[in-house]
């Protein structure tokens, strides 16, 4: 194929295949592997340039000193927008697409070809670490949305890289567990949105996950990457693994994967070339693999040779974050319409997030932001009298009685209390999962204090992911900004006052408690495996089917406004409806379109989400929307033909403001591919009607088409096994590994801050540790180490002295290697 690629003085036409032609095996297995943490190798010899790939999902994270895929060490300032979670709540595609422009323009400028997000797995759990990062619990909300950021990133001529493929659900022993699930949720759920970005915004690359799913690791799974990825969906860029997802290079590269990140220093590059030498995969493949890999890149690396360097308006980029955040902000409650407050009405701010923003979360994705504005900094520039400031708890930690009773004294003064309350830093966190869905002790307690001091408390919450709200009866009103990256502030001091009308609805379902969630009895995995028993029922897929109350539904959100939805049209290809705004306000609907279907021969979630459309409307103002109904909306996977397909026979069409509040319903028949029926329904009663708290083993078997893979440690460690299974180390010198960096997370965790060193650390395989240390270490002294602790001690140290000399050599090679 031709292409062009800006060499160092000009553009010209390169034919990629000629190219190859001239490489040496060495050049091209090189290629395959990063030349450092961020960087993709040259060879300069034939012209051929390098890229920079840089996190993250919500903002650039371009490191130019110390790199750590943590996000501890610093990183160049850029603008910090609100994260994914938050932005799904806006419900609007072209919001993520403007928000994708300005990272885009941001990340050519500071040179990085590859921006890894957005990140898109689904929410399978409230208590994931990652949540926030995330878009929703629903496949065809995450797909759109991430479709739409997408589109912006590359309309800038940086690649997007959306991640983690796939179904990586879950923090704890992230790099070592196993996704246990049967195809169709595989399909249906966790694979739906990575297929509706891949196939409607064509994502220059893709990032394989750390977890294996049904055995095999992500980033050598053939079916994921290959027959599903490329065959079916048509994915013409690259994969790259998560940073230390590499399990076995070489079956990475004969399965689909194209480059190993970040460097191991030669390590892997070396077994690729021995491999190719032996035989155990062909030149050929390693060939195609350089092939499809240049063919993405290069057009990046010459797209963004126009304009780095550039700068950017940051004034106009923070605008561009305050507007996102005004557009996500969810209202949940507003009784006596105390929202918005009338003008100069006295305020006290309670909360230490007024002072201190909670507005990302902690990881790989965090932002060096290029200013961070807060609540006590721009409230001047709104229409309120303000009563005082009292932070009222500490962020961490216990609660403090000194700072409650100053509170209350500070809420007696004013005519409305804004608390400032939320989830802390810890609870939101890369490697750490939450351990329940409560809010801090200290703030529940203060919240009680000052709602008997003074009734008229609007809860402002921050944080990404669901919580419990038992509290929410003392509340007037509650409103919610999500993670509302460096302009949130201002967002919602603006729907406070009224200048903004809230018009998020929630991209997750708020469930009464923990208990209630589908997952719960599920996750996280024991031990190796991660049992996805409660299939297609994540969700509102759960509590619809089976009439579960929730506190708030999926799609759920208040507005200053009201809607009415009338005259229901509906053919096989769309539906019609009119929406008219019948308040006195300006404002825009979330209008859903959800599908039930009536047809029975396979089992299915009592509504499912198949068309959304934002709609902005004057007050008085109506509209007729239309809604396609597109190739997703009737399919099922069917595991008996290894394909979706459409029952034929009838289906009701659902409009509503929310999954649970409905508005308009009809029926529509839909012509079937009159495919053989998948399973015998007898065999799996809890997933017809829905009752998956308790699935059985035998029922799960008959769900997999296969015995449960045994997930139970022996007691013999591999070089797969995280280091936290050190504790069934054969020898004194693991258990004692074990105990030290078990005290050691334990007394960070007493502290309220995690070390995040240390967690990845506890959670990450052996092999990681070969993976991750920049070539220090190699995988054949990795092996050593598994040796030694598993009781041959001395056999173990001597590979591992052998293995080093062995490495320094491989190392070497590889720093010449231009
Ligand atoms: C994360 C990725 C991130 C990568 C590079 C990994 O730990 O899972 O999301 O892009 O590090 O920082």
Same mark, same amino acid.
Not at 685 to 714: K, M, R, T
């Given at each position: 194929?031709?292409?062009?690629?800006?060499?160092?003085?000009?553009?010209?036409?390169?034919?990629?295949?000629?190219?190859?032609?001239?490489?040496?095996?060495?050049?091209?297995?090189?290629?395959?592997?990063?030349?450092?943490?961020?960087?993709?190798?040259?060879?300069?010899?034939?012209?051929?340039?390098?890229?920079?790939?840089?996190?993250?999902?919500?903002?650039?994270?371009?490191?130019?000193?110390?790199?750590?895929?943590?996000?501890?060490?610093?990183?160049?300032?850029?603008?910090?927008?609100?994260?994914?979670?938050?932005?799904?709540?806006?419900?609007?595609?072209?919001?993520?697409?403007?928000?994708?422009?300005?990272?885009?323009?941001?990340?050519?400028?500071?040179?990085?070809?590859?921006?890894?997000?957005?990140?898109?797995?689904?929410?399978?759990?409230?208590?994931?670490?990652?949540?926030?990062?995330?878009?929703?619990?629903?496949?065809?909300?995450?797909?759109?949305?991430?479709?739409?950021?997408?589109?912006?990133?590359?309309?800038?001529?940086?690649?997007?890289?959306?991640?983690?493929?796939?179904?990586?659900?879950?923090?704890?022993? *992230?790099? !070592?567990? @196993?996704? #246990?699930?049967?195809?169709?949720?595989? /399909? $249906?759920?966790?694979?739906?949105?990575?297929?509706? &970005?891949?196939?409607?915004?064509?994502?220059?690359?893709?990032?394989?996950?750390?977890?294996?799913?049904?055995?095999?690791?992500?980033?050598?799974?053939?079916?994921?990457?290959?027959?599903?990825?490329?065959?079916?969906?048509?994915?013409?860029?690259?994969?790259?693994?998560?940073?230390?997802?590499?399990?076995?290079?070489?079956?990475?590269?004969?399965?689909?994967?194209?480059?190993?990140?970040?460097?191991?220093?030669?390590?892997?590059?070396?077994?690729?070339?021995?491999?190719?030498?032996?035989?155990?995969?062909?030149?050929?493949?390693?060939?195609?693999?350089?092939?499809?890999?240049?063919?993405?890149?290069?057009?990046? *690396?010459? !797209?963004? @040779?126009? #304009?780095?360097?550039?700068?950017?308006? /940051? $004034?106009?980029?923070?605008?561009?974050?305050?507007? &996102?955040?005004?557009?996500?902000?969810?209202?949940?409650?507003?009784?006596?319409?105390?929202?918005?407050?009338?003008?100069?009405?006295?305020?006290?701010?309670?909360?230490?997030?007024?002072?201190?923003?909670?507005?990302?979360?902690?990881?790989?994705?965090?932002?060096?932001?290029?200013?961070?504005?807060?609540?006590?900094?721009?409230?001047?520039?709104?229409?309120?009298?303000?009563?005082?400031?009292?932070?009222?708890?500490?962020?961490?930690?216990?609660?403090?009685?000194?700072?409650?009773?100053?509170?209350?004294?500070?809420?007696?003064?004013?005519?409305?209390?804004?608390?400032?309350?939320?989830?802390?830093?810890?609870?939101?966190?890369?490697?750490?999962?939450?351990?329940?869905?409560?809010?801090?002790?200290?703030?529940?307690?203060?919240?009680?204090?000052?709602?008997?001091?003074?009734?008229?408390?609007?809860?402002?919450?921050?944080?990404?992911?669901?919580?419990?709200?038992?509290?929410?009866?003392?509340?007037?009103?509650?409103?919610?900004?999500?993670?509302?990256?460096?302009?949130?502030?201002?967002?919602?001091?603006?729907?406070?006052?009224?200048?903004?009308?809230?018009?998020?609805?929630?991209?997750?379902?708020?469930?009464?408690?923990?208990?209630?969630?589908?997952?719960?009895?599920?996750?996280?995995?024991?031990?190796?495996?991660?049992?996805?028993?409660?299939?297609?029922?994540?969700?509102?897929?759960?509590?619809?089917?089976?009439?579960?109350?929730?506190?708030?539904?999926?799609?759920?959100?208040?507005?200053?406004?009201?809607?009415?939805?009338?005259?229901?049209?509906?053919?096989?290809?769309?539906?019609?409806?009119?929406?008219?705004?019948?308040?006195?306000?300006?404002?825009?609907?979330?209008?859903?379109?959800?599908?039930?279907?009536?047809?029975?021969?396979?089992?299915?979630?009592?509504?499912?989400?198949?068309?959304?459309?934002?709609?902005?409307?004057?007050?008085?103002?109506?509209?007729?929307?239309?809604?396609?109904?597109?190739?997703?909306?009737?399919?099922?996977?069917?595991?008996?033909?290894?394909?979706?397909?459409?029952?034929?026979?009838?289906?009701?069409?659902?409009?509503?403001?929310?999954?649970?509040?409905?508005?308009?319903?009809?029926?529509?028949?839909?012509?079937?591919?009159?495919?053989?029926?998948?399973?015998?329904?007898?065999?799996?009663?809890?997933?017809?009607?829905?009752?998956?708290?308790?699935?059985?083993?035998?029922?799960?078997?008959?769900?997999?088409?296969?015995?449960?893979?045994?997930?139970?440690?022996?007691?013999?460690?591999?070089?797969?096994?995280?280091?936290?299974?050190?504790?069934?180390?054969?020898?004194?010198?693991?258990?004692?590994?074990?105990?030290?960096?078990?005290?050691?997370?334990?007394?960070?965790?007493?502290?309220?801050?995690?070390?995040?060193?240390?967690?990845?650390?506890?959670?990450?395989?052996?092999?990681?540790?070969?993976?991750?240390?920049?070539?220090?270490?190699?995988?054949?002294?990795?092996?050593?180490?598994?040796?030694?602790?598993?009781?041959?001690?001395?056999?173990?140290?001597?590979?591992?002295?052998?293995?080093?000399?062995?490495?320094?050599?491989?190392?070497?090679?590889?720093?010449?290697?231009?």
């Amino acid at each position: 194929m031709f292409i062009s690629i800006s060499g160092k003085k000009k553009v010209r036409d390169v034919d990629i295949k000629k190219l190859i032609q001239k490489m040496t095996l060495e050049e091209k297995c090189y290629l395959l592997s990063g030349k450092d943490f961020w960087q993709t190798r040259s060879v300069e010899r034939l012209g051929l340039p390098n890229v920079t790939l840089a996190d993250g999902p919500h903002g650039v994270r371009k490191q130019e000193g110390a790199s750590d895929q943590l996000g501890l060490n610093g990183s160049l300032p850029a603008t910090c927008y609100p994260t994914a979670a938050t932005i799904a709540n806006s419900w609007d595609p072209k919001l993520g697409e403007e928000i994708g422009e300005h990272l885009g323009v941001e990340a050519a400028s500071q040179d990085v070809c590859v921006l890894l997000g957005p990140g898109m797995n689904i929410k399978r759990s409230p208590l994931c670490g990652r949540n926030f990062e995330y878009f929703s619990e629903d496949p065809y909300l995450t797909g759109k949305m991430a479709a739409g950021y997408i589109r912006g990133i590359q309309s800038k001529g940086v690649g997007a890289c959306p991640k983690h493929f796939a179904a990586n659900s879950q923090e704890l022993r *992230r790099m !070592a567990s @196993d996704s #246990v699930m049967d195809e169709r949720t595989l /399909r $249906e759920i966790y694979l739906t949105g990575f297929e509706i &970005a891949v196939k409607e915004a064509a994502p220059r690359s893709i990032m394989t996950s750390y977890n294996r799913i049904n055995g095999v690791y992500a980033n050598e799974n053939e079916h994921l990457l290959q027959e599903i990825l490329r065959d079916d969906w048509g994915f013409d860029g690259f994969a790259v693994s998560d940073w230390g997802a590499s399990n076995d290079h070489t079956a990475g590269v004969a399965a689909g994967s194209h480059l190993e990140m970040p460097t191991t220093g030669g390590d892997s590059d070396e077994e690729l070339i021995q491999a190719v030498r032996s035989g155990r995969i062909s030149e050929a493949l390693v060939d195609r693999r350089v092939e499809e890999l240049l063919t993405a890149v290069l057009p990046l *690396r010459e !797209a963004v @040779d126009q #304009v780095k360097g550039k700068e950017y308006d /940051r $004034e106009a980029h923070h605008r561009m974050a305050q507007k &996102a955040a005004e557009q996500s902000i969810v209202l949940l409650k507003n009784d006596h319409r105390i929202l918005p407050l009338a003008k100069q009405t006295k305020v006290a701010v309670i909360g230490d997030f007024a002072k201190t923003p909670r507005y990302q979360g902690a990881g790989s994705s965090v932002v060096n932001p290029t200013k961070l504005d807060s609540t006590l900094d721009v409230i001047k520039d709104f229409p309120l009298e303000l009563a005082g400031f009292a932070p009222g708890y500490h962020r961490t930690g216990p609660a403090d009685p000194a700072l409650e009773r100053e509170a209350a004294e500070l809420a007696k003064k004013a005519d409305v209390v804004l608390l400032y309350i939320g989830l802390d830093e810890i609870s939101e966190s890369e490697g750490l999962d939450r351990s329940n869905m409560k809010l801090p002790e200290s703030q529940i307690r203060l919240l009680q204090m000052v709602s008997d001091a003074n009734p008229h408390v609007v809860a402002v919450l921050s944080g990404g992911s669901a919580i419990e709200m038992p509290w929410i009866g003392q509340c007037e009103a509650v409103i919610h900004g999500y993670l509302s990256g460096q302009a949130g502030a201002a967002a919602m001091l603006g729907a406070i006052t009224g200048k903004v009308n809230p018009s998020g609805k929630l991209n997750e379902t708020y469930p009464l408690t923990y208990e209630d969630v589908p997952s719960a009895p599920y996750f996280p995995s024991r031990e190796r495996n991660a049992e996805y028993r409660e299939g297609l029922y994540v969700g509102y897929r759960y509590y619809e089917t089976v009439g579960k109350p929730v506190r708030f539904p999926f799609g759920y959100g208040l507005s200053y406004t009201t809607f009415t939805y009338s005259d229901l049209t509906v053919n096989e290809k769309e539906a019609s409806f009119t929406l008219a705004n019948t308040g006195e306000r300006d404002g825009a609907e979330v209008t859903q379109l959800y599908v039930c279907a009536k047809c029975s021969g396979v089992y299915r979630p009592a509504k499912e989400l198949k068309g959304f459309q934002k709609v902005f409307l004057k007050a008085g103002e109506s509209k007729r929307v239309t809604i396609p109904l597109d190739d997703k909306a009737f399919r099922y996977f069917n595991g008996k033909t290894d394909r979706f397909e459409v029952e034929g026979g009838e289906y009701e069409i659902l409009i509503g403001a929310s999954c649970a509040d409905i508005r308009l319903s009809a029926t529509v028949t839909a012509a079937g591919t009159e495919a053989p029926l998948p399973r015998d329904a007898s065999r799996l009663p809890s997933y017809q009607s829905g009752n998956i708290l308790a699935v059985s083993d035998q029922e799960f078997q008959a769900l997999l088409g296969h015995d449960i893979p045994d997930g139970y440690w022996s007691g013999e460690l591999d070089i797969n096994d995280a280091i936290c299974q050190l504790y069934y180390a054969k020898r004194w010198i693991g258990r004692l590994v074990y105990k030290v960096l078990t005290g050691l997370l334990e007394k960070s965790m007493a502290k309220g801050k995690p070390d995040l060193n240390i967690m990845f650390i506890y959670n990450m395989p052996f092999r990681g540790i070969g993976k991750m240390a920049g070539g220090m270490c190699s995988q054949y002294m990795v092996e050593g180490m598994v040796k030694a602790v598993n009781g041959h001690f001395f056999k173990g140290l001597g590979q591992i002295i052998s293995g080093f000399f062995r490495q320094r050599k491989v190392m070497k090679k590889a720093n010449g290697m231009k």
